[in-house]
């Protein structure tokens, strides 16, 4: 999480405010609990400016500030370590140096002891800054002293750092967390991704791991391992910041969602698949969230439809439980973002044991699409909205695909666009929800990956506190919260189990539940019959009604609390 940018301003002194504060906007999906800059005006002296809140309350902050400079670093933050103050926010600064920082260093307690100076934040990330500085004290260049600095860090960072005395020096570095740099005839740029910077350069090149970037004299170099310099192709950066306005929608979320048929249509007439899956025993899908609800999802359609073995697993558990590998398995990563860091940490460890990866991914050149054997892109386009909604869906086709199973696309779009178009009735189903201080989304078969999926977009935009659950096994222990202040929301198509979640749905009313049914014969939010249109039908359904859920409640849906976009920290 968190977004980093610097700019280094090669020929003139300019006011990049607006410029770093309009890329931090961009990146805002990373996190959005403070944000700053820090920049080196013509007299060499540092400016901070941060604050608390979105990133709105820094540009007003920042709206009559001179930001001539020739160097300047932005962060916009999603806490890890430290509360959300203006301290504790980025960029850090130390004496004539300022940071700004994306991940987690882990052995910041243990660095501490080599500095003298006092912390001013409860940050992991003020270490790097202390070191720089402590470092230079001892006569060291800015340059070996950052150097120095990053092989001393463990955990994860990309990294930008500037510094008052070298006001035309701007030095980054990667490990764990992505970097990308760019330059113009004027600029050189760094950012956490290609979308911070797409209205600044027309190329771009992703960094390595353990890459360093110099930046002096009116350009930079790359190098390897912070020693080697060495060349790393330069990609035209596509993402076109239309794509990322909200157009006439009141909030990217519900323009997300009513793309959702444009993202099946997307998603199937795009795929292109490199693997042949016929060749592997099993499948075995990994993810986080959503993406891993997808997983599941897919596993019921595809061991059913083509008898084919999956397993299904959340990333961060599958990375540190000492999994057996096989090479008769496929491993498939799934991810809207490419960035997640427990599924590219899961993806890092069976690749480095040669097995076989496909990784299922949304942003191009995303390190899981670069660094996956093979990776087929979901084409949903741009998801700015913290909560998952179109991708979901182009990640299912994706999945079927892959797995040779045909999708009926246009009584899929029909389906969902009659979903759509009920606003009123999922309107006035929301307005039930929000009256119940507890929720129980529950379904059987493929109802169960979609009730998991509503009770997490339920949590993430409304702060409900809500489960999702097999409709068969409410009875093993979930029942006992059942009472009127518990609404359940039953999710039941027209398949083999639907006269099973009727009865599971009888037995919570016997016990004074209140009841909504999304599905077959609903007189809440009623679904067509066929069983794959119904299957993508639900889904939406599940995401509208969250959306109108959290709209009631004067929410905000795009960047709900305590949430970032893209998960790039464990
Ligand atoms: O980018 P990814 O698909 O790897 O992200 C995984 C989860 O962080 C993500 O699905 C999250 O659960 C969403 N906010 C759900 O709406």
Same mark, same amino acid.
Not at 210 to 226: H, K, Y
């Given at each position: 999480?968190?977004? $980093? %940018?610097?700019?280094?301003?090669?020929?003139?002194?300019?006011?990049?405010?607006?410029? =770093?504060?309009?890329?931090?906007?961009?990146?805002?999906?990373?996190?959005?609990?403070?944000?700053?800059?820090?920049?080196?005006?013509?007299?060499?002296?540092?400016?901070?400016?941060?604050?608390?809140?979105?990133?709105?309350?820094?540009?007003?902050?920042?709206?009559?500030?001179?930001? =001539?400079?020739?160097? $300047?670093?932005?962060?916009?933050?999603?806490?890890?370590?430290?509360?959300?103050?203006?301290?504790?926010?980025?960029?850090?600064?130390?004496?004539? $140096?300022?940071?700004?920082?994306?991940?987690?260093?882990?052995?910041?307690?243990?660095?501490?002891?080599?500095?003298?100076?006092?912390?001013?934040?409860?940050? +992991?990330?003020?270490?790097?800054?202390?070191?720089?500085?402590?470092?230079?004290?001892?006569?060291?260049?800015?340059?070996?002293?950052?150097?120095?600095?990053?092989?001393?860090?463990?955990?994860?960072?990309? %990294?930008?750092?500037?510094?008052?005395?070298?006001?035309?020096?701007?030095?980054?570095?990667?490990?764990?967390?992505? *970097?990308?740099?760019?330059?113009?005839?004027?600029?050189?740029?760094?950012?956490? +991704?290609?979308?911070?910077?797409?209205?600044?350069?027309?190329?771009?090149?992703?960094? &390595?791991?353990?890459?360093?970037? %110099?930046?002096?004299?009116?350009?930079?170099?790359?190098?390897?391992?912070?020693?080697?310099?060495?060349?790393?192709?330069?990609?035209?950066?596509?993402?076109?910041?239309?794509?990322?306005?909200?157009?006439?929608?009141?909030?990217?979320?519900?323009?997300?969602?009513?793309?959702?048929?444009?993202?099946?249509?997307?998603?199937?007439?795009?795929?292109?698949?490199? !693997?042949?899956?016929?060749?592997?025993?099993?499948?075995?899908?990994?993810?986080?969230?959503?993406?891993?609800?997808?997983?599941?999802?897919?596993?019921?359609?595809?061991? /059913?439809?083509?008898?084919?073995?999956?397993?299904?697993?959340?990333?961060?558990?599958?990375?540190?439980?000492?999994?057996?590998?096989?090479?008769?398995?496929?491993?498939?990563?799934?991810?809207?973002?490419?960035?997640?860091?427990?599924?590219?940490?899961?993806?890092? *460890?069976?690749?480095?044991?040669?097995? +076989?990866?496909?990784?299922?991914?949304? !942003?191009?050149?995303?390190?899981?699409?670069?660094?996956?054997?093979?990776?087929?892109?979901?084409?949903?386009?741009?998801?700015?909205?913290?909560?998952?909604?179109?991708?979901?869906?182009?990640?299912?086709?994706?999945?079927?695909?892959?797995?040779?199973?045909?999708?009926?696309?246009?009584?899929?779009?029909?389906?969902?666009?009659?979903?759509?178009?009920?606003?009123?009735?999922?309107?006035?189903?929301?307005?039930?929800?929000? /009256?119940?201080?507890?929720?129980?989304?529950?379904?059987?078969?493929?109802?169960?990956?979609?009730?998991?999926?509503?009770?997490?977009?339920? /949590?993430?935009?409304?702060?409900?506190? =809500?489960?999702?659950?097999?409709?068969?096994?409410?009875?093993?222990?979930?029942?006992?919260? !059942?009472?009127?202040?518990?609404?359940?929301?039953?999710?039941?198509?027209?398949?083999?189990?639907? &006269?099973?979640?009727?009865?599971?749905?009888? &037995? $919570?009313?016997?016990?004074?539940?209140?009841?909504?049914?999304?599905?077959?014969?609903?007189?809440?939010?009623?679904? +067509?019959?066929?069983?794959?249109?119904?299957?993508?039908?639900?889904?939406?359904?599940?995401?509208?009604?969250?959306?109108?859920?959290?709209?009631?409640?004067?929410?905000?849906?795009?960047?709900?609390?305590?949430?970032?976009?893209?998960?790039? %920290?464990?």
């Amino acid at each position: 999480m968190c977004g $980093i %940018v610097a700019i280094l301003n090669t020929t003139r002194y300019e006011d990049s405010v607006k410029q =770093t504060i309009s890329a931090l906007e961009r990146m805002e999906y990373r996190g959005y609990d403070s944000s700053g800059i820090a920049f080196i005006d013509k007299e060499h002296t540092l400016h901070r400016i941060c604050s608390v809140g979105k990133i709105n309350n820094l540009y007003t902050k920042c709206s009559s500030i001179d930001g =001539t400079c020739s160097a $300047i670093v932005g962060h916009t933050r999603w806490a890890t370590h430290g509360i959300v103050t203006v301290e504790n926010a980025h960029p850090q600064v130390t004496g004539n $140096i300022a940071i700004v920082h994306n991940g987690i260093i882990e052995n910041y307690n243990e660095l501490k002891n080599i500095v003298n100076e006092p912390f001013t934040s409860n940050t +992991d990330s003020e270490i790097i800054s202390q070191l720089i500085f402590h470092y230079m004290k001892t006569g060291m260049t800015f340059k070996n002293a950052f150097l120095k600095t990053i092989t001393m860090l463990e955990g994860s960072y990309a %990294v930008a750092a500037i510094c008052s005395d070298c006001p035309t020096t701007m030095l980054g570095a990667k490990k764990g967390s992505p *970097l990308v740099v760019g330059s113009d005839q004027n600029h050189i740029y760094m950012a956490s +991704d290609a979308v911070a910077l797409s209205q600044m350069t027309p190329n771009i090149t992703y960094l &390595e791991e353990n890459d360093v970037i %110099v930046a002096e004299q009116g350009s930079f170099q790359i190098l390897e391992n912070g020693t080697q310099q060495i060349h790393r192709n330069s990609v035209p950066n596509t993402i076109s910041t239309e794509n990322i306005d909200k157009g006439e929608y009141e909030d990217f979320m519900i323009k997300e969602i009513n793309e959702e048929p444009a993202a099946v249509s997307n998603a199937y007439n795009k795929f292109k698949c490199s !693997v042949n899956i016929e060749k592997y025993s099993t499948i075995h899908m990994i993810a986080c969230g959503s993406s891993h609800y997808v997983c599941i999802l897919a596993k019921y359609i595809i061991e /059913k439809q083509k008898k084919i073995r999956i397993i299904t697993e959340i990333a961060s558990e599958f990375r540190y439980r000492c999994p057996v590998l096989n090479k008769d398995t496929l491993y498939v990563f799934v991810s809207q973002s490419g960035e997640t860091s427990d599924t590219l940490g899961a993806m890092r *460890l069976v690749l480095s044991q040669n097995m +076989d990866t496909l990784a299922i991914v949304n !942003v191009q050149e995303s390190s899981i699409a670069r660094e996956a054997k093979h990776c087929i892109y979901t084409n949903a386009g741009v998801e700015i909205g913290v909560a998952s909604t179109k991708t979901f869906v182009s990640q299912l086709v994706t999945l079927l695909l892959t797995a040779g199973i045909d999708i009926p696309v246009m009584e899929v779009c029909k389906s969902i666009n009659k979903v759509l178009n009920n606003t009123k009735n999922i309107f006035s189903t929301a307005q039930t929800l929000i /009256k119940h201080k507890t929720l129980l989304f529950i379904g059987r078969g493929v109802c169960y990956p979609i009730a998991m999926e509503g009770a997490l977009k339920i /949590k993430e935009i409304t702060y409900t506190p =809500t489960e999702g659950y097999p409709s068969g096994e409410i009875k093993h222990g979930p029942i006992a919260i !059942v009472d009127n202040t518990v609404c359940s929301v039953v999710i039941a198509i027209n398949d083999d189990l639907y &006269e099973k979640t009727m009865s599971n749905m009888e &037995e $919570i009313k016997a016990r004074g539940g209140n009841i909504v049914t999304i599905g077959y014969k609903s007189n809440n939010i009623c679904i +067509d019959d066929e069983e794959m249109p119904s299957i993508f039908a639900s889904i939406t359904a599940v995401h509208m009604l969250a959306y109108y859920a959290a709209k009631l409640k004067n929410l905000d849906v795009d960047k709900p609390r305590n949430l970032a976009k893209s998960v790039t %920290v464990e």
